[in-house]
């Protein structure tokens, strides 16, 4: 189990970012964030992945485990290596680098005979990768790099995947084609956070979901509970 316990996140030691927020994530699981911009979904992936640090952030109080093990004091390399992957927001691929030069980056950890399998294993659950394995991740559409962020961060063997916004900016097909992804990703047995601006997409998929609110998570409801809610179909889905 992944679980975040009544975090609380400071920025350059003035700004609260985030001032109450616990979620636990089975590998069972997708489990769906959401939240309004600024609401401080992001700070809280940060504060889960060791990369405060580089933006001036702290955690002040609460604490990140998995399995019982405590997370929050580690670097975000060792929070890789403790089985949690992800993806930020904006699909932080290198893009003069070729696509598989950019899955080696995220299987550095692997021994050299380790690694093509998991160039076979990535390439199996993403042919369009396989197929434009020597292209300059530039050249990529929005969802190919997509695709790629999140095929790197596969290459880890994630336990968890953490996942900021994987829909953002991208077309309804592309949208129903990581929609699947994340689905064959939990199916494989890689428990799923989800922070989405598209809750209709993340309630669709998700069993569980949290909503987060001014830095405190304010709701924690299986996914079916959230859909049917007055508030969250008016304020996330865009209904009544
Ligand atoms: P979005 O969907 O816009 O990414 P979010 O829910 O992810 O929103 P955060 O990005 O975590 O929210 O932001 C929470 C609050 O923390 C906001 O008020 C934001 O301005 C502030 N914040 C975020 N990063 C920093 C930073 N590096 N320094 C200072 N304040 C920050």
Redesign the pocket.
Same mark, same amino acid.
Request: glycine share 18%.
């Given at each position: 189990m992944l679980a975040v316990h009544n975090l609380e996140?400071v920025?350059?030691d003035v700004?609260? =970012?985030?001032r109450g927020a616990s979620l636990s994530v089975g590998r069972d699981r997708i489990v769906a964030l959401l939240? =309004?911009?600024?609401?401080?979904?992001?700070?809280?992936?940060?504060a889960m992945t060791g990369l405060l640090d580089v933006?001036?952030?702290k955690i002040t109080q609460g604490e990140v485990s998995i399995d019982g093990r405590k997370l929050d004091t580690r670097s975000a390399s060792s929070v890789v290596r403790a089985g949690v992957g992800q993806v930020m927001?904006g699909r932080r691929v290198f893009v003069e680098f070729t696509v598989e030069e950019n899955l080696r980056v995220g299987g550095h950890t692997a021994a050299a005979k380790g690694l093509e399998e998991k160039f076979d294993r990535i390439y199996g659950m993403f042919p369009v990768l396989a197929d434009r394995r020597s292209t300059i991740a530039g050249y990529l559409s929005g969802g190919e790099q997509q695709m790629l962020a999140i095929g790197r961060a596969m290459m880890s063997d994630p336990e968890y995947l953490l996942l900021?916004?994987p829909s953002l900016g991208l077309a309804p097909k592309m949208v129903e084609r990581i929609r699947d992804l994340i689905v064959e990703i939990n199916a494989a047995g890689t428990g799923i956070l989800l922070?989405e601006?598209n809750a209709a997409m993340a309630l669709s998929i998700a069993h569980h979901g949290y909503v987060?609110e001014n830095?405190i998570t304010v709701m924690d409801a299986a996914a079916e509970k959230l859909r049917a809610d007055a508030d969250i179909q008016e304020f996330y889905l865009g209904i009544g």
């Open positions: 996140v920025y350059e700004m609260l =970012a985030v939240g =309004a911009n600024g609401a401080g979904k992001t700070s809280l992936l940060r933006h001036r952030g927001e900021d916004e922070i601006q987060m830095g």
